[in-house]
């Protein structure tokens, strides 16, 4: 291999893993965004609910770069197999992150519509944390296995999904109940759905990441091989 061949390779490793950091600095954001979200709903906190919406402007800030790094990767390096998949992987999993962070923001926005007709603290809220750190277990672990470059921890994800979506069923069932029973806390039950269902979004993203993420890997689909086990 030539000079200017090594020169390639090693300029597109680090471009690689410039990427592979940026995602990685984007992922440690919506996570903690959805942890204080979580928190400032558990406490009524809205001066923490009005940082959450703030510092999503740093996720977005990321994104961007993410997107004009991998474009330039791809313009500048022309990256062929394997090297092209990790780019574009990283180029869309940028943008899922930017999107869980918009569903950490919106549970955050309504912090202040529960709490602020002064009725007392709804017990069923003390489910919903549960499944929010479910929720961004699946991010970090996902976005661990992209950077390890891991396809069965990507598929663990993607498979960890059904259980998500049953604790998201056990809580809207709860939630229904209670409202019908309690008439008075429609308002802030309905809220309260409207953060499940958040919550549920992000795990279903994660999921979408996995899939790009087992697909950079491997060149297959998790759709392939789930058809396959079958």
């Not at 899922?96 to 919106?106: C, F, L, Q, S, T």
């Not at 996902?142 to 994800?157: C, K």
Request: no cysteine; proline share 2%; hydrophobic share 45%.
């Amino acid at each position: 291999m030539g000079t200017g061949a090594e020169h390639t390779v090693k300029a597109f490793d680090q471009d690689i893993g410039e990427l592979r950091g940026l995602i990685s600095q984007m992922g440690g954001l919506a996570e903690q965004a959805i942890h204080d979200a979580m928190k400032a709903l558990a406490r009524g906190d809205t001066e923490l609910a009005k940082e959450v919406r703030e510092k999503d402007k740093a996720i977005d800030a990321i994104e961007a770069e993410v997107e004009r790094l991998a474009v330039r990767v791809i313009a500048l390096r022309a990256p062929m197999a394997d090297d092209l998949r990790e780019v574009v992987a990283a180029l869309k999993i940028g943008g899922v992150i930017e999107r869980i962070g918009d569903y950490a923001k919106n549970i955050a926005k309504r912090v202040p519509l529960i709490h602020s007709d002064g009725s007392e603290r709804i017990e069923v809220v003390s489910i919903l944390p549960t499944m929010a750190r479910m929720a961004s277990d699946m991010v970090r672990d996902v976005l661990d296995a992209f950077s390890a470059r891991d396809a069965a921890a990507a598929e663990d994800v993607w498979r960890s999904d059904t259980a998500l979506d049953d604790f998201y069923d056990s809580i809207f069932r709860t939630l229904v109940t209670f409202m019908i029973e309690n008439p008075q806390t429609i308002s802030q039950v309905s809220h309260l759905l409207f953060v499940a269902k958040n919550i549920e979004r992000i795990g279903d993203h994660a999921t979408n990441v996995a899939e790009m993420v087992y697909f950079a890997a491997t060149g297959s689909t998790l759709a392939d091989r789930t058809e396959s086990d079958a």
